[in-house]
């Protein structure tokens, strides 16, 4: 388990409990935690590694992510800069999609000229940018990102790319959720590391299907990319897009929907929690 740290701020405990009691329906148990969701809540009370905003930031994980799986594994860059580029650099080949890089779920998709509302645009992009991120669930990862605007090319054509999302224990993948069909209705899948269905899942979305979908043609490598970005920290996800054999990076995140998940059936919040290894992230990359 997660050892929390002594000097930790008894506000901060309360507040973190508070919230999950309020998201979850019970009090977490922040000395010894057992699940899978507790373990998540004392990150966020005791993980400090300065590598944790790094492969947050949207940009700077990039240019790490980069450097230990090759530039082929990264989505372009667009744009990136402090503000919104004046309107009429606004050229961008079209379907792209702008997002903040502090912030999770800031962004905005442009897929045809109508998309292109820029006073609307702008007032949103104005908002998030002066707003920070992860405070009010305590969520220090995102801590010291300097907020920024990126803009990348749309991936998958018509249509979202399949999002397979890798919960890494003690840098193994133990757990897929594999996310399809974002267009029209999302459809969520567990599976284990050789693609068999998980007899448990995380209640988002749709139920698990009675048969698995097909086995993504890069999922070996998906894998070893996985337990290679997650080396430094004791359980984390890595997100990466399927594109057939060459998948896209996605994101790190150390706080799965800030550790609010609910579990059907419920024990398998303590299966998973079982999985977390007793230590502290790494205080730098080996990567």
Same mark, same amino acid.
């Given at each position: 388990?997660?050892?929390?740290?002594?000097?930790?701020?008894?506000?901060?405990?309360?507040w973190v409990g508070l919230r999950y009691r309020a998201k979850m329906g019970r009090w977490p148990d922040?000395?010894?935690?057992?699940?899978?969701?507790?373990?998540?809540?004392?990150?966020?009370?005791?993980?400090?590694?300065?590598?944790?905003?790094?492969?947050?930031?949207?940009?700077?994980?990039?240019?790490?992510?980069?450097?230990?799986?090759?530039?082929?594994?990264?989505?372009?860059?667009?744009?990136?800069?402090?503000?919104?580029?004046?309107?009429?650099?606004?050229?961008? !080949?079209? !379907?792209?999609?702008?997002?903040?890089?502090?912030?999770?779920?800031?962004?905005?998709?442009?897929?045809?000229?109508?998309?292109?509302?820029?006073?609307?645009?702008?007032?949103?992009?104005?908002?998030?940018?002066?707003?920070?991120?992860?405070?009010?669930?305590?969520?220090?990862?995102?801590?010291?990102?300097?907020?920024?605007?990126?803009?990348?090319?749309?991936?998958?054509?018509?249509?979202?790319?399949?999002?397979?999302?890798?919960?890494?224990?003690?840098?193994?993948?133990?757990?897929?959720?594999?996310?399809?069909?974002?267009?029209?209705?999302?459809?969520?899948?567990?599976?284990?590391?050789?693609?068999?269905?998980?007899?448990?899942?995380?209640?988002?979305?749709?139920?698990?299907?009675?048969?698995?979908?097909?086995?993504?043609?890069?999922?070996?490598?998906?894998?070893?990319?996985?337990?290679?970005?997650?080396?430094?920290?004791?359980?984390?996800?890595?997100?990466?897009?399927?594109?057939?054999?060459?998948?896209?990076?996605?994101?790190?995140?150390?706080?799965?929907?800030?550790?609010?998940?609910?579990?059907?059936?419920?024990?398998?919040?303590?299966r998973l929690g079982a999985l977390c290894p007793d230590r502290l992230p790494d205080a730098s990359l080996?990567?």
């Open positions: 388990m997660t050892k929390p740290a002594r000097k930790a701020n008894p506000l901060a405990y309360f922040l000395k010894t935690p057992k699940r899978y969701t507790e373990h998540i809540q004392v990150a966020k009370l005791t993980w400090r590694s300065p590598v944790m905003s790094r492969v947050t930031d949207k940009v700077t994980a990039k240019t790490i992510v980069g450097g230990a799986l090759g530039e082929e594994w990264i989505t372009p860059n667009l744009y990136v800069g402090r503000t919104l580029p004046p309107r009429d650099q606004r050229t961008w !080949p079209t !379907p792209y999609v702008i997002k903040t890089n502090h912030a999770s779920g800031r962004m905005h998709f442009v897929m045809t000229d109508a998309d292109k509302d820029w006073d609307l645009i702008d007032r949103k992009f104005k908002r998030w940018l002066s707003m920070p991120y992860g405070r009010k669930n305590c969520e220090w990862g995102y801590r010291g990102i300097e907020p920024k605007v990126l803009v990348e090319p749309f991936l998958g054509g018509d249509a979202s790319p399949d999002d397979l999302k890798f919960l890494v224990f003690d840098g193994r993948v133990e757990l897929i959720r594999h996310v399809s069909g974002r267009k029209n209705g999302p459809r969520f899948e567990s599976y284990d590391r050789t693609w068999q269905i998980y007899d448990g899942t995380i209640r988002i979305g749709m139920l698990q299907p009675d048969r698995p979908m097909p086995k993504p043609p890069a999922l070996d490598k998906m894998i070893a990319a996985a337990e290679l970005l997650s080396a430094p920290f004791p359980f984390v996800r890595v997100d990466f897009y399927d594109l057939g054999e060459h998948p896209r990076f996605g994101e790190i995140t150390f706080y799965p929907l800030s550790g609010h998940l609910k579990m059907d059936p419920p024990e398998f919040d303590q080996p990567y």
